[in-house]
């Protein structure tokens, strides 16, 4: 933040204009707010531009499916993963054979994962099955450690674990997946790669790039580092080598995109390849599509560990309605499913594209009323979590203990035919 004087009257009409402005930062998320307060949607359109990423259109969705033999994700299909950087690089790896790899992660803030959460490793095990690629998987109970001021390291830490069985229930393939603490991972290629990212990033540009103040403590200026550093194969030099050669495929949340707009860049000075990203819409909170579900705010998410009935009670009690205030008005004039909350939910997880066309169209005719819309969403919302519930039952601490196990040879990647095309 610059120290010159400015004009009160400037500042305050800045900070006017600054209100009505979208934020998007890897750590705040707020729609746009009107003259008269209003909250809007996020304007993905605005973040391609403001970001500068390019939109995955249909011509890159069909080379995805003919290359793969597989038909496209909904994610994909519904562009609710929406936009990218050097996708088609990875496309055209797989085409000629070579290796690259898949990365995400989880910042682990409580001991259940939300529904939002499900997002990218719902995405990330469909794109493991379909390319055969193997995953790396980080869990930052450094960063919120770092990031929340009330957290205590050992919670952290535990909630790391906890949300790695989250993780793993959702049916990855522990021959090709790593999951990874970072307390625990800390050193070797990993903090060797963290002191090289950390030498090419000055504070200037931290600060430019995530907003951080005086009053940030150095932690959180020097994660950055830390997020960046899966993003080169060699941190990982018991599965992919030292070379630090291949590249890898970041499915995030567009909010996450500031951190590895500077891993691109730093990534050309250390002669590694640039990651490429895939970016996804953010799943809208209960309250509406304007803010992210936060799984330390229980009043906007559901959690995976929730009930059949704790789901019923939020989605119809708390779930933003784009419908009539009331029944004769939602007849006359119809609903808006673009800000209504359940059938938002109902574009990640509602499997038939059928069905969801018909539900968007008669909902917009007033013909479905909010209830029936809702109770629809809780009955599809009801049926993954559970059964995501079930399979979690089944991963013991020796399950994890495999997955989160580092050693040399557990997860083999033939360098010279890593991953093979998927049959139709």
């Not at 359109?45 to 038909?71: C, M, S």
């Not at 529904?115 to 450094?142: R, S, Y």
């Not at 030292?242 to 970041?250: N, Q």
Request: hydrophobic share 40%.
């Amino acid at each position: 933040m610059s120290d010159s004087p400015v004009d009160p009257s400037a500042t305050a009409s800045a900070a006017h204009a600054a209100k009505a402005e979208q934020i998007v930062t890897p750590w705040d998320v707020q729609g746009a707010t009107t003259e008269d307060g209003k909250l809007e949607a996020i304007d993905y359109d605005k973040l391609i531009v403001q970001f500068g990423t390019r939109r995955i259109d249909a011509a890159l969705i069909q080379r995805f499916e003919t290359l793969t033999g597989v038909r496209a994700h909904p994610f994909l299909r519904r562009g609710l993963f929406f936009s990218h950087r050097d996708l088609e690089g990875i496309l055209d790896r797989f085409e000629r054979g070579k290796p690259f790899y898949l990365y995400t992660g989880r910042g682990p803030s409580s001991g259940s994962m939300h529904t939002g959460h499900m997002i990218p490793f719902l995405f990330c095990k469909w794109l493991q099955d379909v390319f055969h690629a193997p995953i790396v998987i980080q869990l930052t109970d450094d960063e919120k450690f770092l990031f929340k001021q009330e957290l205590k390291i050992d919670d952290a830490h535990k909630y790391a674990y906890d949300n790695a069985k989250d993780i793993a229930a959702f049916g990855f393939d522990p021959k090709l997946t790593f999951i990874f603490s970072d307390l625990d991972y800390m050193g070797g290629g990993f903090y060797k790669n963290i002191v090289k990212i950390s030498k090419c990033v000055t504070f200037s540009q931290a600060r430019a790039a995530f907003g951080f103040n005086d009053s940030d403590n150095i932690g959180k200026i020097h994660f950055a580092s830390i997020q960046a550093a899966p993003s080169f194969s060699n941190t990982f030099p018991q599965i992919f080598g030292p070379k630090g050669d291949i590249p890898c495929l970041i499915p995030c949340a567009i909010d996450q995109d500031p951190y590895f707009r500077i891993t691109r860049d730093v990534a050309v000075r250390l002669k590694y390849p640039k990651p490429a990203l895939i970016h996804a819409q953010f799943f809208p909170a209960l309250q509406g599509s304007g803010t992210k579900m936060s799984a330390s705010k229980a009043e906007t998410a559901v959690y995976i560990t929730d009930t059949p009935a704790q789901i019923k009670n939020k989605i119809k009690r708390h779930a933003f309605s784009g419908g009539g205030a009331t029944a004769e008005l939602h007849a006359q004039f119809g609903g808006n499913p673009d800000v209504d909350v359940a059938f938002q939910w109902l574009k990640f997880f509602l499997e038939s594209d059928e069905e969801l066309a018909e539900i968007e169209r008669t909902y917009r005719a007033g013909t479905l009323s909010t209830s029936d819309l809702k109770t629809r969403c809780v009955e599809v919302v009801s049926a993954i979590v559970t059964d995501i519930q079930a399979r979690r039952k089944t991963i013991t601490d020796d399950v994890i203990r495999e997955f989160m196990d580092p050693r040399p040879g557990r997860i083999v990647v033939d360098l010279k035919k890593p991953a093979g095309s998927v049959a139709a």
